[in-house]
């Protein structure tokens, strides 16, 4: 009996929303960019709103017919000019994105001064109040409409030292109960958001910590947590589940089964379609190829580790079968079992010629994809620089001699990837754009802070549409330039927007440094530690970022031994020819920062097992690092104005050395603050105790006065 094979074909899971009038705030940046730029792909009329003008000029070029305003959102006066400019051009209101919000002051409640705390919470809770109240007539004068209020997960479990981030999100939840219970008239959705991390929202900043990958209510994005993907003004009565959300029909009132495509997401971010939506796939697993790439750092371990969950069984590859050119790419000498898989050895951080020749073969295999086969792409951390193909026009050495400055520059991951993706012909949506019209899954290890597949790798299946403005304005922010000829073929290499229901099948992540925090919070426990977890979006100077950390540590005082925990991926910017990587500038600094401090001490690797271009993995340091210093004639503070972490640590006996580690989640950093220790009580008659004037002033020598 023969059988048909269906062809798989991805659902336009945001259908529908042609002419949707759509107000954003805090729209040039972040995730309010990344949502105008989706519902004006999909045709809606959108306004949007911002504190920057360059920002908002940006955005107007790059979304022709959307209007922009300058506004802050937590000023009365300017959001009711906003929404008067709004409304005059889009002539009414269906929906509205509350996006604006700031990270807000770090510290203990003690030392966050009171315009700090009000800022913080106007701008991300009192904004959307006084967006929605403006917005809540002409949604009921069109009939209903939707009203989107991002949150996070900070507004459920609340961050250390970042309490007045904490209240503003857990009153955005609040507010948005009440919202979704009070505005019923509506009779549409009132959603809200456990966001994450994003950069250059409507302030200048972004939420500190993103959701949590792998709890999710809604398939296709990592960073929504069980209860928080939507919150409708019924999700709360008849029996239905909180979280379950539910589009209402106006004639019945009686809610309805919810479209998946009612979350806004990220430009390029589409939900991978649960079994049995999409048409029937049982013909895949007979007459469709599997096309499986890998490209990263942690690529092999990644193969297997999909193949165990049986992710791919869900897409038809119930196992990998001889398919021939299947390829990854990875840096690291080593060999690791792989029956169906060449593996390709490349350079990192600097691309070399093995890294093109692979990219060039990967982007044919891409090329030659028809409309019944399924690709799957397994992208990881270092994938910028091993997948590395030329833009035309753009030699191997112009892109090795601008990684080098790149990586002198101090500019954070985000930007760094953004040049790379406008001079590559595989990076930022061109090897999707080669797979068309096949069907593209994408699974992502995440070494970047937030998260965003866009950013991991360069996003080789992520549609990119950055400005060469934006790119050339990166460069000449940090003293490059690019040549006359690298410059023209930049403006050639823009990617064509997709057409209407082209794009990947989905992204999904397996695992992000939010993970591994929390994998080492509940070994803290089970060891009797008290772990406080400051983030996994830890960025900016690594000598900065050390210092700080080293003042949270020396105001703790706990009571039982407590662990710092801390992720993301700070910088450095060189200006010598020491030797050492971030992890190591950023323990050098903290070490130097506690003077020697009793009772502290700490860990910051690569989790890849390589930080910066030596063999280690990082370094460790405890109270006795300055003595040990001084007894082997080794200057730490020379070694950091030299960035020669390395060469310090090594000296004395410090470095931690794991190999390659087959994964990659970014950074781990881990500071153990113990209780400080008293000297033994003084018996009754014996006099009292005295401190020590060879010690701290917080230590006692035990002696009786």
Same mark, same amino acid.
Request: charged share 25%.
């Given at each position: %009996? ?49 504190? /920057? ?38 002539? !009414? ?21 009171? &315009? ?28 209903? !409409? ?31 109960? /009440? ?21 250059? /929202? ?11 990958? !792998? ?89 297997? &580790? ?45 691309? &070399? ?19 019944? &086969?399924?690709? $799957? ?14 833009? *035309? ?22 930007? %760094? ?30 070494? $970047? ?21 934006? +790119? ?42 939010? %993970? ?21 979006? $830890? ?56 003077? !020697? ?33 001084? *007894? ?12 020669? /972490? ?18 990659? +989640? ?40």
């Amino acid at each position: %009996m023969s059988q048909t094979a269906m062809p798989f074909t991805p659902p336009n899971l945001l259908s529908g929303l042609a002419g949707q009038r759509v107000v954003v705030t805090a729209g040039a940046g972040g995730i309010g960019l990344a949502t105008a730029r989706l519902l004006h792909g999909q045709g809606c009329r959108v306004a949007l709103c911002d504190v /920057s003008q360059a920002a908002l000029d940006a955005a107007a070029a790059e979304l022709p017919g959307v209007t922009v305003a300058l506004a802050d959102v937590s000023r009365e006066d300017e959001v009711a000019r906003f929404f008067d400019v709004a409304l005059a051009a889009l002539g !009414g209101l269906d929906a509205l994105v509350n996006s604006a919000g700031i990270a807000g002051p770090t510290g203990g409640v003690e030392e966050i001064a009171p &315009d700090d705390w009000r800022r913080c919470l106007d701008i991300g809770l009192t904004g959307q109040f006084l967006c929605t109240r403006l917005a809540v007539p002409h949604l009921r004068a069109a009939g209903g !409409g939707s009203i989107v209020n991002l949150s996070s997960s900070a507004g459920r479990h609340g961050y250390a030292y970042r309490s007045p981030y904490s209240a503003s999100k857990f009153g955005v939840i609040g507010f948005t109960r /009440s919202l979704a219970k009070g505005a019923r008239p509506l009779q549409h959705p009132r959603q809200r958001r456990a966001a994450g991390h994003r950069r250059g /929202s409507a302030h200048g900043e972004g939420d500190p910590r993103p959701g949590r990958p !792998g709890r999710r209510c809604l398939r296709g994005h990592g960073n929504a947590l069980p209860g928080e993907g939507v919150a409708a003004p019924h999700g709360e009565r008849g029996g239905r589940r909180r979280g379950e959300g539910g589009r209402v029909d106006p004639a019945s009132a009686r809610p309805q089964p919810r479209e998946r495509s009612a979350r806004p997401e990220p430009a390029g971010l589409r939900q991978v379609p649960a079994d049995g939506e999409g048409g029937d796939r049982r013909g895949d697993q007979h007459h469709h190829r599997r096309q499986p790439l890998h490209e990263g750092r942690g690529a092999c371990p990644a193969r297997r &580790d999909l193949q165990a969950r049986g992710r791919l069984a869900k897409h038809g590859l119930d196992e990998l079968r001889p398919v021939p050119s299947r390829t990854e790419v990875r840096h690291v000498p080593i060999r690791l079992p792989t029956r169906h898989v060449e593996v390709v050895e490349a350079a990192h951080p600097v691309p &070399d010629q093995a890294g093109e020749d692979a990219a060039r073969r990967i982007l044919a295999l891409a090329h030659g994809a028809g409309p019944d &086969d399924l690709m $799957v792409a397994l992208v990881s951390g270092g994938a910028s620089s091993l997948l590395s193909l030329p833009a *035309a026009g753009v030699t191997l050495a112009d892109k090795q001699a601008l990684n080098r400055a790149l990586l002198r520059s101090g500019a954070p991951i985000h930007e %760094m990837n953004a040049v790379r993706k406008a001079l590559s012909a595989i990076k930022g949506g061109r090897l999707l754009e080669a797979a068309r019209p096949a069907a593209v899954v994408t699974y992502v290890i995440s070494d $970047v802070p937030g998260d965003d597949p866009a950013v991991i790798g360069s996003g080789p299946t992520v549609p990119d549409q950055t400005d060469p403005g934006a +790119v050339a304005a990166i460069l000449q922010r940090y003293g490059l330039s690019l040549e006359d000829r690298a410059r023209r073929a930049m403006e050639a290499n823009r990617l064509a927007p997709a057409a209407d229901g082209a794009g990947p099948a989905g992204i999904e992540m397996l695992a992000t440094p939010r %993970m591994a925090l929390e994998a080492a919070a509940e070994a803290a426990r089970a060891a009797g530690l008290e772990p406080v977890i400051l983030g996994d979006t $830890v960025e900016g100077e690594a000598v900065e970022v050390g210092r700080a950390h080293a003042r949270l540590a020396l105001g703790l005082a706990p009571a039982r031994p407590t662990v710092l925990l801390s992720g993301g991926e700070t910088t450095v910017t060189m200006s010598g020819s020491g030797r050492g990587g971030r992890n190591g500038e950023y323990l050098l600094a903290l070490a130097l920062a506690l003077g !020697g401090r009793a009772g502290i001490s700490g860990i910051a690797c690569d989790t890849d097992g390589i930080d910066g271009s030596q063999s280690n993995a990082g370094a460790w340091f405890d109270g006795d690092l300055p003595a040990d210093a001084r *007894a082997a004639g080794v200057d730490l503070a020379d070694h950091l104005a030299r960035h020669d /972490s390395f060469t310090a640590f090594e000296r004395l006996g410090r470095l931690v050395t794991t190999g390659p580690t087959f994964t990659n +989640v970014n950074d781990f950093r881990a500071i153990l603050v113990r209780p400080r220790r008293r000297g033994p009580s003084t018996p009754k008659g014996r006099g009292r105790q005295r401190r020590c004037a060879t010690r701290s002033p917080n230590r006692f020598c035990g002696r009786s006065a």
